[in-house]
């Protein structure tokens, strides 16, 4: 099929090779070769100085190390004969700098041809990890792997996008959910089908009785400060709700610990003037709607704390970037049932039991939340997100019988 790709921009492979795509065989899934690439790209990115600036791409590096996906790679070794199930054509989130990099290393390793768009905001992130892949593509040992991948950017064109998803097999979509719908303009061939990360909400909830006895709260608070202010909030895992457990008066005492030491942490934040904006429009509209809220007096404009009365059904839509976090005082996590639907994707924790949290999500058989991980762990890639297993998503099972 004849393309006209001038508006798109290859930061790897030539658009030559991408013409002949429906033609290119897949791999097993954790293949050798995959590996091998993959723990070549772990070693240049760790090598390189620029890295040291980012953690999102060093955390990266870290997840394409040999023994990380010799220890995933064992996790499917018997679900029976599995490859690439072609062409994967990924549409990256515009406001996550490396999210495009581990979408495309859930569509290698299952084995895939795949075609990657980056965010048309420039990263610096997206930069480094692009001009590794780069170098390691220099290895002839890799040249098969190498000719299965492209990375490209260009501008929200429906035109580039529909020529793009009439080359795939699987279309991988992560963004809001008006931008699913516009990209689904966009035909696919007629056995192809969409993998969508949508629009979703997150939380995180303390025991205040076991956080008043933690000895290290800087470290909860660093690791809190990574799960919100590292992407301003802008990450659908990024709690906007707390939600607090135990006695009143250990309640006071861990709010008073926890915000403090949050406080502090974040003086190396910039607000930007614009969500500055968005944080008095959202109090503004949240009061309007709903009386019984109260507003925490902040100690700068980077913290904003809003004490609710009650966990309404909608308390989802009251969500802002840049410090913006709702407050609940519970009586038990059992509450959670008023407003966990479908929009809910990660619940952070701190002070809890594994075995807990497991009877609550058993005994309540929410519809929503995919993820309970502990505070700092929120923004770490799994190979199943939002409750798909990406490697069995991507592939294809062959039956011999």
Request: aromatic share 12%; glycine share 4%; net charge neutral.
């Amino acid at each position: 099929m004849q393309q006209n790709l001038n508006e798109i921009t290859f930061l790897f492979s030539e658009p030559g090779k991408l013409t002949s795509v429906r033609e290119m065989s897949p791999d097993d899934i954790f293949s050798n070769s995959i590996i091998a690439f993959l723990s070549a790209l772990s070693f240049e990115l760790i090598k390189s100085p620029k890295v040291r600036q980012y953690s999102d791409v060093a955390t990266f590096a870290f997840f394409c190390r040999k023994a990380n996906l010799m220890s995933l790679k064992r996790k499917y070794t018997d679900i029976g004969i599995r490859l690439g199930r072609g062409v994967v054509f990924h549409i990256a989130p515009s406001n996550v700098p490396v999210n495009f990099a581990y979408s495309m290393i859930a569509g290698i390793l299952s084995g895939n041809i795949n075609i990657v768009r980056v965010p048309s905001k420039l990263f610096e992130q997206v930069d480094i990890i692009c001009e590794a892949v780069t170098k390691v593509a220099q290895n002839h040992d890799f040249i098969e792997i190498t000719n299965r991948l492209f990375i490209v950017r260009y501008d929200r064109q429906n035109e580039a996008t529909s020529k793009l998803s009439s080359l795939c097999d699987v279309r991988v979509i992560w963004g809001g959910d008006d931008t699913i719908a516009q990209i689904r303009k966009s035909i696919l061939p007629a056995r192809s089908y969409d993998v969508t990360f949508a629009d979703r909400y997150s939380f995180a909830a303390i025991n205040a009785d076991k956080f008043i006895l933690e000895q290290n709260t800087n470290k909860i608070a660093e690791n809190f400060f990574n799960d919100t202010y590292l992407f301003d909030q802008n990450a659908c895992s990024a709690p906007r709700l707390i939600i607090w457990t135990g006695t009143n008066e250990n309640i006071m005492k861990a709010k008073e610990r926890f915000w403090s030491a949050i406080e502090l942490k974040i003086q190396q934040y910039e607000l930007s003037p614009a969500l500055s904006v968005d944080k008095l429009s959202t109090l503004y509209i949240q009061s309007q709607d709903k009386a019984e809220i109260k507003r925490e007096i902040p100690a700068n404009n980077k913290l904003w704390r809003i004490n609710v009365s009650e966990l309404t059904h909608d308390i989802d839509k009251y969500r802002c970037a840049g410090g913006y976090f709702l407050e609940y005082n519970a009586v038990s996590l059992k509450e959670l049932v008023k407003i966990v639907n479908r929009k809910y994707q990660t619940m952070a924790y701190y002070g809890y039991e594994k075995e807990e949290l497991s009877e609550l999500v058993k005994g309540l058989r929410f519809n929503g939340i995919d993820r309970i991980v502990p505070i700092g762990k929120t923004t770490d890639f799994g190979l199943i997100w939002d409750g798909f297993d990406l490697i069995k998503v991507l592939s294809r099972e062959c039956v011999i019988s």
